[in-house]
């Protein structure tokens, strides 16, 4: 996309890849804060809930711009998917100590 | 991606800005009219009574629905606010929406026949095409949450890369040059309203964040609360009951007592009154009557305060006491704001100003990245179909857009009123007007297509008030004897906006000559450090 190489097809490539990890990876980091941050939170139920989405528009906005400033492609899906794994491990780990306490 | 961050973040905003642009001009324009949405609907319908939020109209709302509706499980009255006018009457038989039926009560102190109140959606057209964009449920409210979190990039993105425009604010360059004009009037709204801008895009995710964050909701577990009963449940028992025996209907005095009691205790201090009357269960020994109050005037969104008596014996039903923490208090603030309900007259206008900048700010975005990349690809000999194509969706949207509103308006007033479904009509008169803009946006040059449709919207805007006064002239007059403005204050904003398209349209006429047989303008050096995303193709 940048003058010398705009045509090339390594570059288009590059720029798809970051738009996926953009939206798809940061809808995902989005979802999983707002999970984690929730399982976290010790507030009544409405309010966690609160709580928990409201920031996650910012970390999205966040991932949306680390996407496309990070140097290549592939750092900006590790700056993404990296966090993301972990709180899916979060999560994974959270849920059935949250539901456990609730019962 | 970019070499540096500011470049990475123009590019991002030279996309982000485009992509969604469209829709979020429809979003930004038509939200902007939702401020004034029920003065909107006063103009629309201008046969519409107007009542006082009174004992009075109470009596003449419960005596009406006894009339029509007295095997009703459910009644409501309506008060109206200083901007809404009319008192509406409501209730339902059986079960969910096909039950549900409204109507406005006709003048209380008019005798004979009360004229045939148009049917129109009204403002609430702008309001739900704000956020549902005319689309299937629920994909309009998912297409508006994308266009919201677009916007919310483009404006983040944008401050990075157009931190000059803090400095540049006072250099306005008017008619010098095409780029030029777009740049500054793009730079000036966008720091004028900027805190507008950031909020509104982020309060439209947070009201809707249960649609597109549903997953924090999902993984907690449901809180066991006692006596609560489901919604389902209690509709449920609304019909059963309406089949037994009238036994338990509360009669209308002792609703009327019941108001009296409600209202003086909410006006002590000179508060706001009722403003809503329901009455549930009415044909079973379980019936309440409930009062609701005018809000208070705060700027969150808060549930109006209530009284619940028995609807048999009239005692109070202790209301359970609602937990409030920070978080609701903030949730509340944020949603509150986007609305503005809280806003009086001053307020609004400044709102609606904020909207229209906020509209500017977009189409002229949207114009911006055409004018940029327009003299490359005319010295290049060949105009690429994406460019042919974001040219023609600029013009179908921004003067197309208007085109349809002022279809719809102009469709209001000659329709006729008995037509039947008449206000899908204006409807469909506003999608037919806005498809006819789209086509003859592909078809003519651009530059004609530009003024012609310009001179349409300046037509159509300016002639609304002599299209007013024809056809409705009556109303008008007898609305200034009632000291009501909302209405002259409508012909008085439609006429301005047709001026400005005039003007606009006037412009684009004279710079035309202009600049035929001038070399294409090169970007200066401030201009080019200015905008980083000239290079990016």
Not at chain 1, 47 to 61: D, H, N, Y
Request: charged residues 15%; aromatic residues 12%.
């Amino acid at each position: 996309m940048v003058k010398k190489s705009g045509s090339s097809l390594q570059a288009r490539l590059g720029v798809v890849s970051r738009c996926v990890a953009a939206i798809g990876g940061g809808y995902a980091l989005a979802a999983l804060s707002s999970v984690v941050l929730a399982l976290t939170l010790a507030l009544p139920r409405e309010e966690a809930v609160m709580a928990a989405s409201m920031p996650a528009f910012l970390i999205f906005a966040a991932a949306v711009a680390w996407a496309f400033c990070a140097r290549t492609a592939w750092l900006a899906w590790a700056g993404i998917g990296g966090p993301a794994l972990v709180l899916a491990l979060a999560v994974w780990w959270l849920k059935p100590v949250v539901t456990a306490v609730a019962v | 991606m970019k070499k540096t961050f500011r470049q990475s973040m123009a590019w991002l905003h030279t996309w982000t800005g485009l992509l969604l642009g469209w829709v979020l001009f429809a979003i930004m324009v038509t939200g902007t009219a939702t401020y004034f949405r029920h003065e909107i609907t006063r103009w629309m319908q201008p046969e519409m009574p107007t009542h006082a939020p009174d004992r009075a109209t109470v009596n003449a709302g419960l005596t009406r629905l006894q009339e029509i509706a007295s095997k009703a499980g459910r009644w409501g009255v309506e008060l109206p606010d200083a901007r809404s006018g009319a008192a509406s009457i409501w209730w339902q038989e059986g079960l969910g929406r096909q039950g549900f039926k409204r109507e406005v009560l006709p003048a209380l102190d008019q005798a004979g026949p009360t004229p045939q109140v148009r049917d129109t959606r009204g403002g609430e057209f702008f309001y739900r095409f704000h956020f549902q964009l005319q689309l299937p449920h629920p994909w309009g409210r998912y297409l508006a949450g994308a266009a919201a979190m677009f916007m919310f990039m483009a404006l983040i993105s944008g401050i990075v890369t157009h931190r000059q425009f803090f400095k540049d604010f006072f250099a306005f360059r008017p008619g010098k040059n095409n780029p030029r004009t777009a740049l500054d009037l793009h730079n000036v709204t966008a720091v004028l309203a900027l805190p507008f801008y950031l909020l509104i895009s982020y309060s439209a995710l947070v009201i809707f964040m249960h649609m597109y964050l549903p997953w924090a909701e999902k993984v907690l577990p449901e809180e066991k609360e006692a006596g609560s009963r489901p919604k389902a449940a209690q509709m449920a028992g609304d019909k059963a009951s309406s089949e037994q025996s009238a036994s338990g209907v509360p009669d209308l005095a002792m609703i009327l007592r019941l108001y009296d009691k409600a209202q003086s205790q909410w006006t002590t201090g000179a508060g706001p009154g009722v403003r809503r009357l329901e009455i549930s269960s009415r044909n079973s020994p379980e019936a309440t009557v409930a009062f609701s109050r005018f809000d208070e005037g705060g700027v969150g969104m808060q549930r109006a305060a209530k009284l619940e008596f028995n609807g048999i014996t009239g005692e109070a039903v202790e209301q359970k006491a609602e937990r409030k923490g920070i978080v609701t208090a903030i949730h509340s603030v944020i949603y509150g704001l986007h609305l503005a309900r809280f806003a009086g007259t001053g307020l609004r206008w400044g709102f609606f100003f904020m909207g229209m900048m906020g509209s500017v700010l977009v189409a002229t975005g949207l114009v911006l990245w055409t004018l940029k990349r327009r003299n490359r690809h005319l010295s290049a000999g060949r105009v690429p179909f994406g460019h042919w194509l974001v040219e023609r969706l600029n013009i179908a949207t921004i003067t197309g857009l208007f085109i349809a509103i002022g279809t719809l308006f102009w469709a209001n007033r000659l329709l006729p009123l008995s037509l039947a479904g008449r206000g899908d009509w204006e409807v469909d008169c506003f999608l037919y007007a806005w498809g006819f803009a789209l086509l003859h946006a592909c078809v003519r040059p651009v530059g004609k297509a530009w003024r012609e449709q310009l001179i349409l919207v300046a037509f159509l805007f300016s002639g609304l008030p002599l299209l007013d006064a024809f056809t409705v002239g009556t109303y008008l007059r007898s609305s200034v004897r009632a000291g009501q403005w909302a209405h002259e204050a409508f012909d008085v904003a439609v006429l301005v906006l047709g001026l400005v398209a005039w003007t606009a349209a006037v412009r684009l006429a004279g710079r035309k000559v202009k600049q035929s047989g001038k070399s294409p303008t090169r970007p200066t050096a401030s201009q080019a450090q200015d905008e980083p995303a000239s290079e990016v193709a």
